[in-house]
């Protein structure tokens, strides 16, 4: 009896790891056995970039391939067919929404009435939109704020050390959430610091999250994270604001042009009437999640890149110069900065946030036309780094060339074309199509913005002159060098 016994349980152990699976017949970069594919997960962690490469090389005339990661397998389309075929497959086929809900458990960070009902993405969409060019001279102030206190200027000759990524980052929370919150708590130290922690507590959930069944996340992540006192936090800050200006509205007898003109007096005009203080934090502290990750870490990689390219410096200032002489501190001049955009636009072709773009889960079963079949719950992306340096779409790909779109925008006659905020399957920083980042233009001028400011009032080096801080990958993200310092001082020609 003991033996048999002992025999079944073999046959089930043995069964239940080496059952067919779904995702069995799709090719696997890396190991793919029960055990031996969590190798390839950690291996993923630290050679990510390099694992999508090599999926890419392997099937370069349009395939399919998966990775193993911590707590999935992602699918990853290459060619430009098959991206096509999963861009345009409808939401409620393939689901951006699904997907960000699973890869960072935006369920638990932000909570179903958030994401289900994403007012504030909508408001991105338009409402912002259409007001870069009223906000960008009160952007303008706050850079002279921000950079004011965090870059501080004397007559001194003498180079200052500040940390890169640290510096881009409260400047980016000081001057996005004037538009996001306005003054005075766009400044408040200690709103700052909330926005830039609760930034990497999302982040951190994923891992933490990773092995979890979903209905343990409220109760390990209630006492093993900091998300819940965070938005406590964030609920305090925001409530005087929003006192005041409920009491203003019932001053001009519900009057909304009475309130200041920014994302969270749009909220309060859009969001359901029993929106709550909690809900409302969540939606600000999602926006700054998904505006302020991408544009500090831009900003940083920018700096990096002119600082160690100092022969850039002198005809994007020129640019910038030219602009402002003519149309002053706004949209207008922002939009003018053509070689600006291009060198923007070259720093993320190296630098896109994600090796890999179209993220979605499928909510049906599909089958693409070269006969793959995806099943129902599968993670699924396109190939996007490898893409940005392939050598036939972008000649000489390695090379860092900030007149690369500059030369395009002239060839063609037509700047459109080839500026920062447009998409494509051969450009797919901000995604493609209908989900492509609604942000991505307000995003663009922010960061012309701050760089114009910067090169006009300021020198920048490196601590090695010439040596880019070498960046840091984890999975499929990469980051600027965290640890690294820029020199500064005030412009001297």
Same mark, same amino acid.
């Given at each position: 009896?003991c033996?048999?016994?002992?025999s079944?349980? +073999?046959?089930?152990?043995?069964?239940v790891?080496w059952?067919?699976?779904?995702?069995?017949?799709?090719? #696997?970069?890396g190991?793919?056995?029960?055990?031996?594919?969590?190798?390839?997960?950690?291996r993923? /962690?630290?050679?990510?970039?390099?694992?999508?490469?090599?999926?890419?090389?392997?099937?370069?005339?349009?395939g399919?391939?998966?990775?193993? &990661?911590?707590?999935?397998? /992602?699918?990853?389309v290459?060619?430009?067919?098959?991206?096509?075929?999963?861009?345009?497959?409808?939401?409620?086929?393939?689901?951006?929404?699904?997907?960000?809900?699973?890869?960072?458990?935006f369920?638990?960070?932000?909570?179903?009435k958030?994401?289900?009902?994403?007012?504030?993405?909508?408001?991105?969409k #338009?409402?912002?939109t259409? *007001?870069?060019?009223?906000?960008?001279?009160?952007?303008?102030?706050?850079?002279?704020?921000?950079?004011? +206190? !965090?870059m501080?200027?004397?007559?001194?000759?003498?180079?200052?050390?500040?940390p =890169?990524?640290?510096?881009?980052? $409260?400047?980016?929370?000081?001057i996005?959430?004037r538009?996001?919150?306005?003054?005075?708590?766009?400044r408040?130290?200690e709103?700052? +610091?909330?926005i830039?922690?609760?930034?990497?507590?999302?982040? +951190?959930?994923?891992?933490?999250?990773?092995?979890?069944?979903?209905s343990l996340?409220p109760?390990?992540? $209630?006492?093993? #994270?900091?998300i819940?006192?965070?938005?406590?936090?964030?609920?305090?800050?925001?409530?005087?604001?929003?006192?005041?200006?409920?009491?203003?509205l019932?001053?001009s007898?519900?009057?909304?042009?009475?309130?200041?003109?920014?994302?969270?007096?749009?909220?309060?005009?859009?969001?359901?009437?029993?929106?709550?203080l909690?809900?409302?934090?969540?939606?600000?502290?999602?926006?700054?999640?998904?505006?302020?990750?991408?544009?500090?870490h831009?900003f940083?990689?920018s700096?990096?890149?002119?600082?160690v390219?100092?022969?850039?410096i002198?005809?994007?200032?020129?640019?910038?110069?030219?602009?402002?002489?003519?149309?002053?501190w706004?949209?207008t001049? &922002?939009?003018?900065?053509?070689?600006?955009?291009?060198?923007l636009?070259?720093?993320?072709?190296?630098?896109?946030?994600?090796?890999?773009?179209?993220?979605?889960?499928?909510?049906?079963?599909?089958?693409?036309s070269?006969?793959?079949?995806i099943?129902k719950?599968?993670?699924? *992306?396109?190939c996007?780094?490898?893409?940005?340096?392939?050598g036939?779409?972008y000649?000489?790909?390695?090379?860092?060339?900030?007149?690369?779109?500059?030369?395009? &925008?002239?060839?063609?006659?037509?700047?459109?074309?080839?500026?920062?905020?447009k998409?494509?399957l051969?450009?797919l920083?901000?995604?493609?199509?209908?989900?492509? =980042?609604p942000g991505r233009?307000f995003?663009?001028?922010?960061?012309k913005? &701050?760089?114009? !400011?910067?090169?006009?009032?300021?020198d920048?080096e490196?601590?090695?002159p010439?040596?880019?801080?070498?960046?840091?990958?984890?999975?499929?993200?990469?980051l600027?060098?965290?640890?690294?310092?820029i020199?500064?001082?005030k412009?001297?020609?």
């Amino acid at each position: 009896m003991c033996l048999l016994t002992s025999s079944a349980f +073999k046959d089930t152990l043995i069964w239940v790891l080496w059952k067919p699976r779904p995702l069995d017949a799709i090719p #696997t970069v890396g190991a793919s056995g029960p055990l031996t594919s969590y190798v390839s997960a950690i291996r993923f /962690m630290f050679h990510g970039r390099d694992m999508i490469q090599q999926g890419y090389r392997r099937f370069y005339d349009g395939g399919v391939f998966k990775i193993p &990661m911590i707590d999935r397998y /992602m699918v990853v389309v290459v060619g430009r067919k098959l991206s096509e075929e999963l861009r345009a497959a409808p939401e409620g086929v393939f689901s951006l929404t699904q997907a960000l809900v699973d890869m960072l458990h935006f369920d638990f960070a932000f909570g179903k009435k958030v994401y289900l009902n994403p007012v504030h993405t909508h408001l991105i969409k #338009t409402k912002m939109t259409k *007001a870069i060019a009223a906000f960008t001279p009160d952007l303008y102030n706050e850079c002279i704020q921000g950079f004011e +206190k !965090y870059m501080p200027l004397d007559d001194s000759k003498e180079w200052k050390a500040v940390p =890169c990524l640290p510096t881009c980052s $409260r400047l980016s929370v000081i001057i996005i959430n004037r538009i996001l919150v306005g003054d005075p708590l766009c400044r408040d130290p200690e709103y700052i +610091k909330l926005i830039l922690q609760f930034i990497v507590d999302v982040f +951190k959930s994923r891992m933490l999250f990773a092995l979890l069944p979903r209905s343990l996340k409220p109760i390990v992540g $209630r006492f093993a #994270t900091n998300i819940p006192s965070q938005v406590h936090l964030g609920m305090r800050l925001l409530k005087p604001i929003l006192d005041e200006r409920t009491k203003i509205l019932e001053g001009s007898d519900g009057e909304w042009s009475a309130l200041p003109d920014d994302m969270l007096s749009w909220l309060m005009a859009s969001v359901p009437r029993d929106e709550t203080l909690e809900t409302m934090t969540r939606r600000l502290l999602a926006v700054n999640v998904a505006a302020i990750h991408s544009i500090r870490h831009t900003f940083s990689h920018s700096i990096f890149y002119l600082a160690v390219n100092q022969e850039l410096i002198p005809p994007i200032r020129k640019e910038v110069e030219e602009a402002i002489a003519e149309d002053g501190w706004t949209k207008t001049a &922002m939009s003018k900065l053509y070689l600006l955009d291009s060198f923007l636009k070259e720093v993320l072709r190296f630098n896109k946030d994600r090796a890999w773009s179209l993220n979605r889960k499928a909510l049906k079963d599909f089958t693409f036309s070269d006969g793959t079949f995806i099943p129902k719950g599968t993670s699924i *992306a396109a190939c996007a780094t490898p893409v940005h340096m392939d050598g036939s779409v972008y000649p000489d790909p390695a090379k860092f060339d900030a007149y690369r779109f500059y030369r395009l &925008m002239e060839r063609d006659n037509d700047a459109s074309r080839h500026l920062l905020v447009k998409t494509s399957l051969e450009y797919l920083t901000f995604g493609h199509g209908s989900h492509a =980042c609604p942000g991505r233009f307000f995003a663009a001028n922010q960061l012309k913005l &701050m760089l114009s !400011y910067l090169l006009l009032n300021y020198d920048i080096e490196l601590e090695t002159p010439g040596v880019m801080p070498e960046r840091v990958w984890f999975e499929e993200s990469v980051l600027p060098n965290p640890r690294a310092n820029i020199l500064y001082r005030k412009r001297q020609a």
